[in-house]
């Protein structure tokens, strides 16, 4: 196990990362923030699926997911259907112009990165990317990491076990 000053770098490196956030998020087009950018990879990735199962996997609010999603069914990228086992459900479904913003999106992420750690090796990004994962995984769902956290934090969060 890591020591403590290591574990106070850790945090102000994940305080700093939100820079590299925000300057990845500056590359999307301006009527397509990196909410909406969210909504569009995860319809991608998971396929057609209700808003509920959506604002799950953005692990925010319903509301925050109904804003999202009216953003990009307006312009067009995405299309709420019928569910046909309940019709008073709606299914997302991505349409073929938010498959090409998406297309698009991932184009210009790509390239940004590039162009950031164009100074870097392949193993290097591969370290990173394993390490990133391993990470993501040891917080596991974000929606009930604060019931696996030890009673010492919750006392000073004030968050409830």
């Known amino acids: 196990m890591a020591e403590q000053p290591q574990y106070e770098e850790l945090a102000r490196q994940l305080s700093a990362f939100g820079a590299v956030k925000r300057g990845l998020g500056r590359i999307l087009p301006p009527d397509c923030p990196s909410g909406s950018a969210a909504v569009l990879h995860l319809i991608s990735r998971y396929g057609e699926m209700r808003m509920s199962k959506l604002a799950e996997l953005l692990a925010v609010d319903m509301s925050v997911t109904s804003r999202h999603v009216a953003h990009v069914a307006d312009r067009g990228w995405v299309e709420r259907v019928p569910d046909p086992t309940d019709k008073r459900s709606r299914i997302l479904r991505l349409t073929p112009e938010g498959g090409a913003l998406l ?9 940004a990165l590039a162009h950031y750690l164009e100074d870097w090796s392949d193993d290097d990004v591969d370290q990173l990317n394993g390490l990133l994962a391993r990470l993501r995984d040891s917080f596991g769902d974000c ?16 968050t409830p076990s």
């Open 103 to 111: 297309t698009q999106l991932s184009e210009r992420h790509v390239t």
């Open 143 to 158: 929606r009930t990491a604060w019931a696996r956290l030890p009673d010492s934090i919750e006392q000073t969060t004030g």
